[in-house]
């Protein structure tokens, strides 16, 4: 069992910055993929980044690519997203997910955990 608790989430005006965390407890951090998933009201749960087990290979989706980064710190059990340039569309309940199995990144039913989330809302 894993158990995964984000935080770092807020209100922010367009342009702004932030900075999420989640923290990992359970069984060994570093042999989960971990990925960064959002939900915006009335929409479905979609995919932001990932990471792999090994810190070696990032993927993204494209609406984020060159704003946000996401790093992880297996010594601290700790995943991050860093997020730049926040728009109004970034506006969500933001997810971190593991997952030892995970082929497709993108793909949410391949995740074993997740945690509560964290609201991110970007005014304009």
């Known amino acids: 069992q894993v158990q995964l608790v984000e935080s770092g989430g807020g209100l922010v005006q367009a342009g702004d910055s932030l900075r999420l965390s989640c923290a990992a407890s359970g069984r060994t951090f570093s042999r989960y993929a971990m990925a960064w998933f959002r939900q915006a009201p009335g929409k479905e749960r979609e995919f932001v980044a990932y990471?792999?087990?090994?810190?070696?290979?990032?993927y993204y989706r494209d609406s984020v690519k060159g704003r946000f980064a996401i790093s992880r710190d297996n010594a601290k059990s700790t995943v991050y997203l860093q997020m730049n340039s926040l728009t109004p569309e970034d506006t969500a309940v933001y997810y971190c997910?593991?997952?030892?199995?995970?082929?497709?990144?993108?793909?949410?039913?391949?995740?074993?955990?997740w945690g509560q989330g964290t609201q991110v809302t970007v005014s304009s």
């Open positions: 990471i792999h087990w090994s810190g070696s290979g990032t």
């Open positions: 997910a593991a997952g030892q199995r995970v082929v497709h990144a993108t793909n949410k039913d391949e995740y074993d955990y």
